[in-house]
């Protein structure tokens, strides 16, 4: 490193690699938002191998202690670690994650895909083959006959907010710029890729000193048009039934406080998507709990019947609209409050574009002192206790069983847990499940990824979540199909020393899908784990599968939990544990042992027109009633 003068412009230069300039750039990167201030890019993960450990690596250790590094086993997992530290930081923080080429560049694509998908930042730095071209081809090199300046890096095009690839050491500037601008824009952020080939990044050039002068990204807090604003205000007061859906962008906002203040002004219910859940405290009394096809019966049945339904950042995806079957009011009108024009004129509603907080402000301030009506407000809380019956009976404490059901797993820890504890989960019967059942006591105490529902996802995010919010209890819950997705970061929990409390929940096999299969016709075909018989169907005794010793081989304390007595005493060790702790428990599989209520409303997996066996035919019968109910909202 050096530092001079430029000849005759007085500027002054510092003599790095762009590696070397990319990770000083970074380091003095920040976030501003309501005059707080937090660094942009505060940790880079890493797994090194031949095109990034002499470039970014040796970047790395030059840097010492302005820019942390964080080893992983898994580049699919560093992503998601990043993602989790990102959304636990209300989207103001998030890091890096640098991979070799080939495939641990390849590696990157899930974790990208997931990071769009949820509106979540997070900075990809995947090593490219040479720029010069040397050698070609290198050692995993994807070979395009027709295309010379294809990589692999570029399968994260379309899951990238921002694809750059920095081919010149003079490009960076520009490419870092545009970066840091797309990750900290509330509209536009997501995943961002800068691939650099191997051999740019180890060269030197003299950098404006400029360049690394601290620089502060501010969040604006997008304002609404008068105009829209006033739609806004007509159609609340107007409504008899409104519904307000809260999504992901309540949280990202920071707008619970606001939203609690319009609920209890206008009385309007709250109903919740899997992002939004927490948006409201669980006994507020507007929360009516989550909404569409793993949502309660109480929010579900407003939906049927609500003349007016006010989606706060929300991207109205299928399982909310219940595939579109679930708003049946004939005259049933949207409000849709998005920072992006794209989310707000979904369901052809009237678009409020502007952030969430600011919007239910200016809406508060225009709807003034309007409610609902009594008998409306009566309706709903008096429904809401009903269906927290069905909570109490399903979380109910059978001990004669010969294992725990779902329900009761997660009514033990409901029993057990404060505001302080966040519970993570993403993929399986989990998420739906705890959508119905789960008792939010905190605006972020609910972490279900339902964007992706990326399997092997809540492990990682685990450990992201732990470090933007240390000292606070962390519960990955899992099913053992996705713990053998991506059991890997364990080993970085123990070598961290973070106290991780994982639920594995053994059920041999994907019961989720398991069950969904079952109801389109599928018989379960190919969805449990056990031997395959001499039919050459997977019908066979239970695969000898021991998840517990895995996950100790690992480094875990690994608590075996056999009867609902002994698991209320592991969950309770394990939450007061000073290292990683994992609560193994095999779940009672029976669906008429659940307890967990049905499906409130429809979700569209298609079913086979044309089948000779009688469990697709039927299910296409009942695929083809519920096809009938589907609307257009124009």
Same mark, same amino acid.
């Given at each position: 490193? %050096?530092t001079?003068?430029?000849?005759?412009t007085?500027t002054?230069?510092?003599r790095?690699?762009?590696?070397?300039?990319?990770?000083?750039?970074?380091?003095?990167?920040?976030?501003?938002?309501?005059?707080?201030?937090?660094?942009?890019?505060?940790?880079?993960?890493?797994?090194?191998?031949?095109?990034? /450990?002499?470039?970014?690596?040796?970047?790395?250790?030059?840097?010492?202690?302005?820019?942390?590094y964080?080893?992983?086993?898994?580049?699919?997992?560093?992503?998601?670690?990043?993602?989790?530290?990102?959304?636990? %930081?209300?989207?103001?923080?998030?890091?890096?994650?640098?991979?070799?080429?080939?495939?641990?560049?390849?590696?990157?694509?899930?974790?990208?895909?997931?990071?769009?998908?949820n509106?979540?930042?997070?900075?990809?730095?995947?090593?490219?083959?040479?720029?010069? $071209?040397?050698?070609?081809?290198v050692?995993?090199q994807?070979?395009?006959?027709?295309?010379?300046?294809?990589?692999?890096?570029?399968?994260?095009?379309?899951?990238?907010r921002?694809?750059?690839?920095?081919?010149?050491?003079?490009?960076l500037?520009?490419?870092?710029?545009?970066?840091?601008?797309?990750?900290?824009?509330?509209?536009?952020?997501g995943a961002?890729?800068?691939?650099?080939?191997?051999?740019?990044?180890?060269?030197?050039?003299?950098?404006?000193?400029?360049?690394?002068?601290?620089r502060?990204?501010?969040?604006?807090?997008?304002?609404?048009?008068?105009?829209?604003?006033?739609?806004?205000v007509?159609?609340?007061?107007? &409504?008899?039934?409104?519904?307000?859906?809260?999504?992901?962008?309540?949280?990202?906002?920071?707008?619970?406080?606001?939203?609690?203040?319009?609920?209890?002004?206008?009385?309007i219910p709250?109903?919740?998507?899997? &992002?939004?859940?927490? %948006?409201?405290?669980?006994?507020?009394?507007?929360?009516?709990?989550?909404?569409?096809?793993?949502?309660? &019966?109480?929010?579900?049945?407003?939906?049927?019947?609500?003349?007016?339904?006010?989606?706060?950042?929300?991207?109205?995806?299928d399982?909310?609209t219940?595939?579109?079957t679930?708003f049946?009011?004939?005259?049933?009108?949207?409000?849709?409050?998005?920072?992006?024009?794209?989310?707000?004129?979904k369901?052809?509603?009237d678009p409020?574009?502007?952030?969430?907080?600011?919007?239910?402000?200016?809406?508060?301030a225009?709807?003034?002192?309007?409610?609902?009506a009594?008998?409306?407000?009566?309706?709903? $809380?008096?429904?809401k206790?009903?269906w927290?019956?069905?909570?109490?009976?399903?979380?109910?404490?059978?001990?004669?069983?010969?294992?725990?059901?779902?329900?009761?797993?997660?009514?033990?820890l409901?029993?057990?847990?404060?505001?302080?504890?966040?519970?993570?989960?993403?993929?399986?019967?989990?998420?739906?499940?705890?959508?119905?059942?789960?008792?939010?006591?905190?605006?972020?105490?609910?972490?279900?990824?339902?964007?992706?529902?990326?399997?092997?996802?809540e492990?990682?995010?685990?450990?992201?979540?732990?470090?933007?919010?240390?000292?606070?209890?962390v519960?990955?819950?899992?099913?053992?199909?996705?713990?053998?997705?991506?059991?890997?970061?364990?080993?970085t929990?123990?070598?961290?020393?973070?106290p991780?409390?994982?639920?594995?929940?053994?059920?041999?096999?994907?019961?989720?899908?398991?069950?969904?299969s079952? %109801?389109?016709?599928?018989?379960?075909?190919?969805?449990?784990? $056990?031997?395959?018989?001499?039919?050459?169907?997977?019908?066979?005794?239970?695969?000898?599968?021991?998840?517990?010793?895995?996950?100790?081989?690992?480094?875990m304390?690994?608590?075996r939990?056999?009867?609902?007595?002994?698991?209320?005493?592991?969950?309770?060790?394990?939450?007061?544990?000073?290292?990683p702790?994992?609560?193994?428990?095999?779940?009672?599989?029976? &669906?008429?042992?659940?307890?967990?209520?049905?499906?409130?409303?429809?979700w569209?997996?298609?079913?086979?027109?044309?089948?000779?066996?009688?469990?697709?035919?039927?299910?296409?019968e009942e695929?083809?009633?519920? /096809?009938?109910?589907?609307?257009?909202?124009?």
């Amino acid at each position: 490193m %050096s530092t001079s003068t430029g000849t005759g412009t007085g500027t002054s230069t510092r003599r790095l690699t762009v590696a070397q300039a990319l990770i000083t750039f970074l380091s003095r990167q920040y976030t501003e938002r309501d005059g707080h201030r937090q660094r942009l890019i505060n940790a880079t993960w890493g797994i090194f191998g031949h095109g990034n /450990v002499a470039g970014i690596g040796q970047a790395l250790v030059e840097s010492g202690s302005d820019m942390r590094y964080l080893q992983g086993r898994n580049e699919q997992a560093m992503v998601h670690a990043a993602v989790g530290y990102a959304r636990q %930081s209300n989207r103001l923080s998030t890091h890096a994650v640098t991979s070799s080429i080939g495939p641990g560049a390849t590696n990157l694509v899930t974790g990208a895909a997931l990071a769009t998908i949820n509106r979540l930042p997070v900075l990809l730095l995947p090593g490219d083959i040479f720029a010069t $071209r040397p050698a070609d081809p290198v050692l995993q090199q994807l070979e395009v006959p027709s295309a010379g300046d294809v990589s692999v890096n570029d399968a994260l095009r379309p899951v990238s907010r921002y694809f750059d690839r920095v081919t010149r050491p003079e490009a960076l500037i520009p490419a870092a710029l545009a970066a840091m601008r797309v990750l900290s824009d509330p509209a536009e952020t997501g995943a961002v890729t800068l691939a650099l080939p191997q051999d740019v990044q180890t060269e030197a050039f003299d950098w404006p000193e400029e360049f690394f002068a601290e620089r502060v990204w501010r969040i604006r807090r997008q304002t609404p048009d008068p105009y829209e604003l006033a739609e806004a205000v007509r159609l609340v007061r107007e &409504a008899r039934r409104p519904l307000l859906v809260a999504g992901g962008g309540v949280h990202h906002s920071a707008a619970e406080d606001v939203l609690a203040a319009f609920a209890e002004t206008t009385g309007i219910p709250v109903a919740s998507t899997q &992002a939004g859940k927490g %948006s409201l405290p669980h006994d507020h009394p507007c929360d009516v709990g989550g909404i569409g096809h793993t949502g309660t &019966a109480t929010a579900d049945e407003l939906a049927r019947t609500a003349d007016l339904v006010i989606g706060v950042g929300t991207r109205w995806s299928d399982f909310s609209t219940a595939s579109a079957t679930l708003f049946t009011h004939p005259s049933v009108h949207f409000l849709n409050i998005n920072i992006t024009g794209f989310d707000a004129h979904k369901l052809a509603a009237d678009p409020l574009v502007a952030d969430a907080r600011t919007a239910l402000e200016g809406l508060a301030a225009g709807v003034g002192d309007h409610r609902v009506a009594a008998a409306y407000a009566t309706e709903y $809380r008096d429904d809401k206790e009903r269906w927290e019956d069905r909570v109490e009976a399903a979380f109910g404490t059978d001990e004669e069983l010969l294992h725990p059901t779902q329900a009761q797993v997660l009514g033990v820890l409901d029993a057990l847990v404060t505001d302080e504890d966040i519970v993570i989960n993403a993929a399986g019967s989990l998420p739906g499940d705890l959508h119905k059942l789960w008792r939010t006591r905190s605006r972020d105490q609910y972490h279900v990824e339902y964007g992706y529902s990326c399997m092997g996802y809540e492990i990682p995010a685990a450990i992201g979540v732990m470090l933007a919010a240390p000292g606070r209890p962390v519960w990955a819950l899992v099913g053992d199909g996705t713990y053998l997705m991506n059991p890997t970061e364990i080993v970085t929990a123990v070598q961290e020393r973070l106290p991780l409390k994982i639920v594995l929940l053994q059920n041999h096999g994907y019961a989720s899908i398991g069950g969904l299969s079952a %109801s389109v016709g599928s018989e379960g075909f190919g969805t449990a784990y $056990r031997f395959r018989a001499d039919d050459g169907t997977y019908t066979g005794a239970p695969l000898p599968v021991d998840l517990a010793a895995n996950a100790a081989s690992l480094g875990m304390r690994v608590i075996r939990a056999k009867t609902f007595r002994d698991l209320k005493e592991a969950c309770a060790q394990a939450r007061s544990a000073e290292g990683p702790t994992c609560v193994y428990v095999e779940t009672e599989t029976a &669906a008429t042992m659940s307890g967990i209520p049905p499906a409130q409303a429809w979700w569209d997996v298609p079913v086979a027109e044309i089948a000779t066996r009688t469990p697709a035919v039927k299910a296409r019968e009942e695929y083809e009633r519920h /096809v009938r109910a589907r609307r257009r909202h124009l």
